[in-house]
């Protein structure tokens, strides 16, 4: 295995904050490179000046924010006008991440990413690059027929609009469903660039806490099995053997979708970018287990 893929997988990952968590951030050019996609994340319920303010900070420090725009979190078309108002006028907003949410009763008429993408108001709000969600592993209440619907008529949008829509998937801890995925879906994915999801630096414990909150399927329970006894569930878990299967699986399939990564930190923002930058860097060597990292954990 050639070091410099698993360099090039991993050059141009993005990671996301939320607004509570960016706080403990003194100057985020000090953690990431200048440039780096950084995905605010909304909570139900969250304040959405909150959200363009730290999208401001973000671009102020040089970074390129992309807020979480949650359709079933908006109660109107005409909040959805406002908030891009406020994010691409005040904080020079150029891309979003538009998810549907996981929230059982939507607070209004939208319900949908389609119904965000139909609107035209990203296209009004001169926002032309879109990520959409994807789910390799599915997803616990919406059949695997909508998934595929929508992502073809999310291919459709951005042949209409000329947008870049690009897919992040859901946090995987193996990167086999990823590639099952890719294949069996090939042609509904069509020529969408795939960014893959995947777990921070976090304890197993955390790591499955958030796993069965967000419905990951069968890669969590190859988790379990790697976490073993109880007292590995406190220890520090990291997606090198993820990472390493990704870039072989590249290397073997010049014709992939797979692009790039996306990190969720959850809550360990810091040490997940050190240890990605350092293996951006080259700090690391290949080990039968995975890859060992020049960090602080």
């Known amino acids: 295995m050639d070091k410099l893929s698993i360099q090039n997988l991993v050059r141009g990952y993005s990671i996301e904050t939320t607004v509570h968590g960016a706080e403990s951030v003194d100057k985020f050019s000090d953690v990431v490179s200048a440039g780096t996609r950084i995905y605010i994340v909304q909570a139900h319920g969250a304040n959405l000046h909150d959200a363009a303010a730290l999208a401001r900070r973000l671009r102020t420090e040089g970074m390129e924010p992309v807020p979480h725009i949650i359709a079933r979190s908006l109660d109107s078309l005409a909040r959805l006008d406002d908030l891009l108002s406020r994010l691409a006028g005040d904080a020079g907003v150029r891309q979003v991440l538009v998810v549907a949410g996981d929230i059982a009763s939507p607070a209004g008429q939208i319900s949908s990413t389609l119904q965000i993408l139909d609107s035209g108001l990203l296209e009004k709000h001169h926002i032309k690059t879109v990520g959409v969600a994807g789910h390799p592993e599915g997803h616990p209440t919406v059949s695997d027929g909508a998934l595929r619907d929508a992502l073809r008529r999310k291919n459709a949008y951005s042949r209409k609009t000329g947008a870049s829509v690009y897919i992040v998937t859901q946090f995987t ?120 990292v020049a960090r602080r954990l």
């Open 173 to 292: 801890f193996d990167a086999e469903p990823i590639v099952a995925w890719e294949r069996s879906h090939g042609d509904d994915i069509s020529q969408l660039p795939i960014t893959v999801g995947l777990p921070g630096l976090a304890s197993a414990k955390t790591l499955l806490k958030f796993a069965l909150d967000c419905g990951i399927g069968p890669s969590v329970k190859a988790f379990s099995k790697r976490a073993g006894k109880l007292t590995k569930l406190l220890a520090v878990s990291t997606p090198d053997n993820i990472i390493v299967d990704l870039a072989r699986y590249k290397d073997r399939t010049p014709q992939t979708r797979i692009t790039g990564l996306h990190f969720f930190p959850f809550g360990g923002f810091d040490r997940t970018a050190e240890w990605a930058n350092n293996i951006v860097a080259g700090n690391f060597e290949l080990a039968d287990d995975g890859l060992n």
